[in-house]
């Protein structure tokens, strides 16, 4: 039973470029979301679905696009990456307590 | 004033001691309560769930004070393998949407040999 993989692992980024991360999870679970943690910010939710077709801003939206095209699959993009969007990315998915991925440490210069 | 605060630590405590954190919460409609626990470079991992009747889990016991919207985790007889960051978590759900959890910033406890 794998629970909440996500790929990939590290990347970095030149300011402007694109990218998408993917979070898979097979625990058959509605909810799925995305947050970025950043020394002495704690976890920041920025998207999240409760279902296969759906999705909804969280605290901190603005920069990323998401989807949710199948229900164990939860895409996050970033069109045009900044310094700021340096940080760790954690996908999470659960009904009521959430389960973690491994995180994807992204660094934008 | 943040959601969920806790005391960021570090506490630095030797092999054998128990160790008490606490942490508090603004939102009274907050439902659910939960410690989870995140080592260095890792993923936050559920530790416990918290209920209102206060509830343990081998060393670990987590108390829910919700006329003083006050959580805590005491760890008995702490073990090096204890060393972590400790995340006070609390859902609030709003209406119509998921069940969003605010995290604290997390207090980081140190077992020493």
């Known amino acids: 039973n794998a629970g909440v993989t996500q790929t990939p692992k590290f990347r970095v980024l030149k300011t402007g470029q694109s990218m998408t991360l993917l979070c898979a999870q097979d625990?058959?679970?509605?909810?799925m979301y995305w947050y970025r943690q950043d020394p002495g910010m704690g976890l920041r939710l920025i998207h999240y679905?409760?279902?296969?077709?759906?999705?909804a801003k969280g605290e901190v939206p603005d920069g990323y696009n998401v989807s949710r095209l199948k229900k164990q699959n939860f895409l996050l993009g970033l069109e045009s990456a900044a310094p700021s969007q340096t940080s760790v990315y954690f996908c999470?998915?659960?009904?009521?307590?959430?389960?973690f991925g491994p995180g994807t440490r992204l660094t934008v210069t | 004033r943040k959601e969920v605060e806790q005391d960021p630590g570090p506490f630095n405590v030797p092999e054998g001691a128990t160790v008490a954190f606490n942490c508090t919460y603004s939102?009274?409609?907050?439902?659910?309560f939960f410690w989870y626990r995140q080592d260095c470079r890792k993923e936050p991992k559920l530790l416990m769930s918290?209920?209102?009747s206060g509830n343990e889990d081998g060393r670990f016991t987590a108390q829910l004070n919700r006329a003083s919207q006050y959580i805590s985790l005491l760890i008995r007889d702490s073990k090096l393998s204890d060393s972590a960051t400790y995340l006070c978590?609390?859902?609030?759900?709003?209406?119509?949407?998921?069940?969003?959890?605010?995290f604290g910033s997390g207090t980081q406890l140190t077992v020493l040999p």
């Open positions: 999470a998915s659960g009904n009521r307590e959430q389960y």
């Open positions: 625990m058959n679970h509605e909810y």
């Open positions: 679905s409760v279902g296969e077709g759906t999705t």
């Open positions: 939102n009274s409609a907050s439902q659910s």
């Open positions: 918290v209920y209102s």
């Open positions: 978590v609390v859902n609030t759900q709003s209406s119509g949407s998921a069940r969003q959890l605010t």
